[in-house]
């Protein structure tokens, strides 16, 4: 069905108006124009000199009015917008929500407090009400208002009982009754506030208050050793793991029970190996195996410790103590878990004949079953390793009925027979691989191996936007895209879709709107779960959304400057960032090729001032990420895969896998790289590829020799 309606559609595009010829309402003159752009590059200097030069309009004033706003030129922008709010209905409720809090900056407190109560009023199902209650409050207690403040926090806790502005609120309504003279109850509020979210900035200003009361004479009660432990605890579980250790560390101890005791040592040895402190780790460990322990925390200890052994390089030590684990306890909780560990440092240690029989052991043992599944895969891939092709691709035969593993377990029986010598039982497990999943890291394998690498349609270099239909109605969310208030206007698409859901016919229109924005990763998620199985023209369009040229012209010129195949830079991004410019790892990678800060500043010779918000302009981004992805190359001698895995993990692991993983192969190193992230990320950067490749052949970079063609030649590149 949906292929059908992305041919009708086509078929209307050609018979009916081009979509290039549509454009978003409304038109803006040359300068309010270039004002429009600049705003969306939050270049608001720039974008308020542009409007202010032009003609006057109620979107001159919108867009001079944000951008002032944005300067922190609050009284120039609460007269602006308050004239956009007037002249601009359709979106009142944004310049209106921000000349009440421009009018709130410079405590002209009774005029805001009119404007957001006024929003309030005229516009309840705007998007900016949760936000606007809380201004509401905090104009408020801005001008001293503390009852009627706490009592406007207090409802808006109720509406919005979670997030950030929620903790803000109950941090602020304990001030107001503080401020109100109930100090004591305000004490006790605050110090509920620190233990309960202990990673909330909001935490910090309620410690900073507990400081200042208890200087008044309203101290709070001292957190006991169990408090201490929940907090630490929960930080933990957050990932806060060194914050977590510094927690554990301050529990006064004193007169506390031995179990307490060793519950605090534990969680404090798990926190040290979390935060890479795997030496403190084995050192915190070892000294809690000398106590006397209930069995439970012993072999969690036991356990825990043989983790800090192997991550400090006392990986046959780490064997030992696994195995300890499982002959002492057969039938305890972690034995199993033991005997996978231990197989797994056997494995990238190289040593299959010593990994196989505490494979064996496990199968024999465990009835859970997705751990029989994966000591399954695992003894395969031992047997591999032996060169017992036939036992291992009996082993592979066996997961082929389990979903999760079916695709790689059917590659691998056809590659394991082929092994054997089974030619024809080779070919045909290969087959059903390219049949099942064509376009996959596995399908395209296969077709490699069998050398059936079909011709299929390929796309146009014009933008994917140029293509598709400007949607009727959407004229609110237009009117946003064209002012450049782009992240408004991606918010309002996305509260639309999932309030309303979208039907069959407005996909396309909806994804217009996204592209008009040069937002491509919505534009492809409206898709992305209904992935087609194959490249056709009636699928050509929504292949094109799914693996856009995003961003072409930087790409394109930086993979001409260096070398580097395109098909690869696209499949990077794609894989990194899925063309989100300002997206943040939690490690604090930046922008579409996910640089750090600090490998970014290295590259520009130490001239990084900015440097993260430089990262998030595409075309820096783009600089520096093919830059440093043709260093790897050059660093491996054209290995891509050798690249792409050390473009994630880095190339100390890299190196390391390399000398250990006795595979002669790309296929076979990639399936047996140790960490899993990496793993997988190097097959979906070489499967971005060749779909990048398959869809763009016409129009994409030639390189003296494909980088993506060597990785698919099923030879092992040079060490």
Request: glycine fraction near 6%.
């Amino acid at each position: 069905m949906l292929n059908r309606l992305l041919l009708a559609t086509a078929l209307l595009l050609c018979l009916a108006v081009s979509a290039s010829s549509q454009n978003l309402t409304p038109t803006l003159d040359e300068k309010l124009a270039k004002a429009a752009v600049r705003l969306k590059l939050k270049d608001n200097r720039g974008a308020l000199d542009n409007a202010t030069d032009a003609a006057d309009s109620p979107e001159k004033h919108l867009i001079a009015g944000v951008a002032a706003y944005r300067l922190e030129e609050w009284v120039n922008a609460a007269e602006l917008l308050g004239k956009a709010a007037k002249e601009l209905p359709l979106v009142a409720d944004y310049p209106l929500f921000w000349e009440a809090d421009a009018l709130y900056r410079i405590a002209r407190h009774d005029e805001a407090l009119e404007t957001v109560k006024r929003l309030l009023h005229e516009r309840p199902e705007s998007p900016l009400v949760r936000r606007a209650r809380m201004l509401q409050a905090d104009i408020l207690f801005a001008r001293g208002d503390l009852k009627e403040a706490q009592a406007v926090y207090i409802r808006f806790v109720e509406s919005y009982p979670s997030g950030r502005d929620s903790l803000t609120a109950i941090y602020q309504a304990a001030r107001c009754r503080e401020g109100l003279g109930d100090k004591a109850k305000a004490v006790q509020e605050l110090r509920n506030l620190w233990l309960a979210y202990p990673a909330s900035p909001v935490a910090e200003d309620a410690e900073e208050a507990l400081r200042q009361l208890e200087r008044q004479g309203f101290p709070a009660a001292p957190y006991t050793p169990d408090e201490l432990f929940r907090r630490a605890s929960t930080l933990y579980s957050l990932g806060r793991f060194q914050q977590a250790v510094k927690t554990f560390d301050a529990i006064p101890l004193a007169n506390q029970s031995a179990d307490f005791i060793a519950r605090v040592t534990f969680k404090s040895g798990q926190a040290l190996y979390k935060a890479r402190q795997r030496k403190d780790a084995e050192r915190t460990f070892a000294r809690l195996l000398e106590k006397e322990l209930k069995p439970s925390l012993a072999e969690e200890t036991r356990f825990w410790h043989a983790k800090a052994l192997e991550g400090i390089g006392k990986s046959d030590d780490a064997v030992n103590a696994y195995l300890k684990i499982a002959e002492a306890s057969p039938r305890g909780e972690l034995a199993n878990e033991a005997l996978l560990e231990a197989a797994f440092i056997r494995k990238f240690q190289g040593r299959y004949q010593e990994e196989l029989p505490l494979l064996d052991r496990l199968l024999v043992a465990a009835t859970d079953v997705k751990l029989r599944q994966r000591a399954t895969w695992e003894a395969a891939w031992a047997r591999y390793g032996t060169k017992d092709f036939r036992g291992a691709a009996d082993a592979f035969k066996a997961l082929q009925t389990i979903p999760e593993y079916r695709e790689r377990a059917l590659y691998w029986h056809g590659r394991a027979l082929e092994g054997a010598g089974d030619k024809e039982g080779a070919a045909a497990s290969l087959a059903r691989v390219q049949e099942e999943s064509p376009l996959s890291f596995y399908g395209r394998r296969a077709c490699t191996a069998l050398n059936t690498i079909e011709e299929t349609p390929s796309l146009a270099a014009e933008p994917a936007a140029l293509s598709l239909p400007m949607p009727a109605g959407y004229e609110r969310i237009k009117l946003l895209i064209a002012v450049g208030l782009h992240d408004e206007a991606r918010k309002e698409l996305a509260s639309v879709r999932k309030k309303n859901g979208l039907k069959q016919k407005s996909l396309l229109g909806v994804a217009r709107l996204y592209l008009e924005m040069e937002d491509y990763n919505s534009a492809a998620a409206i898709y992305r779960d209904n992935l087609p199985r194959r490249i056709d023209r009636d699928s050509l369009t929504q292949w094109g959304l799914l693996y856009p040229k995003a961003f072409r012209e930087a790409v394109t010129r930086q993979a001409t400057d260096h070398g580097v195949a395109e098909e690869l830079v696209y499949g990077v991004i794609r894989a990194e960032s899925t063309f989100s410019p300002t997206v943040v790892s939690p490690v604090g990678a930046v922008g579409l090729m996910q640089l750090m800060p600090a490998t970014a500043r290295a590259m520009v010779n130490g001239k990084g001032a900015n440097i993260s918000t430089r990262l998030t302009d595409p075309a820096f981004n783009i600089n520096l990420g093919v830059r440093h992805l043709k260093g790897l190359l050059n660093q491996y001698h054209g290995n891509t895969v050798a690249a792409v895995a050390a473009y994630n993990a880095g190339s100390t692991p890299v190196d390391r896998w390399r000398r250990t993983l006795p595979y002669q192969r790309d296929d076979e190193f990639i399936e047996n790289i140790p960490y899993y992230e990496t793993r997988e990320y190097v097959k979906k950067v070489l499967a971005n590829a060749e779909i990048y490749r398959a869809l763009y052949r016409a129009t994409l970079v030639k390189t003296p020799e494909s980088a993506i063609q060597k990785a698919y030649s099923g030879v092992q590149n040079s060490k």
